[in-house]
């Protein structure tokens, strides 16, 4: 059974850049045709998808925010990492990796990590 754990700090300041790590068990994030993505969800609003990093080590982006987003991979460590900069309290959020199909069929979950943008 895959386990997905989000992991980074819980309070970034406006501007700087949000860093979350995602640390995959039971399962390799290399695996033919899984798709590993992050999705927040806002206070008071529905799921965003922001991107994935596919078991090819391809990248897509949600185009609202693919200015801003970058993700990467270690396969040494089973782990992929969200990079968000310039965040603005409009970024607060609890933030998600899962593995799924593509952008929409997320079959695991993380329990996800309140992230909030303060001063």
């Known amino acids: 059974q895959v386990q997905l754990q989000e992991s980074g700090p819980g309070l970034v300041k406006p501007s700087q850049t949000l860093s979350l790590t995602c640390i995959v068990s039971?399962?390799?994030?290399?695996?033919?045709?899984?798709?590993w993505s992050w999705i927040c969800q806002s206070p008071g609003k529905g799921l965003e998808w922001i991107g994935y990093s596919a078991y090819s080590g391809s990248t897509n982006y949600s185009p609202s925010l693919k200015s801003r987003t970058s993700i990467s991979r270690d396969t040494s460590k089973n782990q992929f990492t969200l990079q968000l900069s310039s965040v603005s309290p409009e970024d607060t959020a609890v933030y998600y990796c899962t593995r799924g199909f593509g952008t929409t069929a997320h079959s695991d979950w993380g329990k996800g990590t309140l992230v909030t943008v303060s001063s």
């Open positions: 039971g399962g390799s994030i290399t695996t033919n045709y899984y798709y």
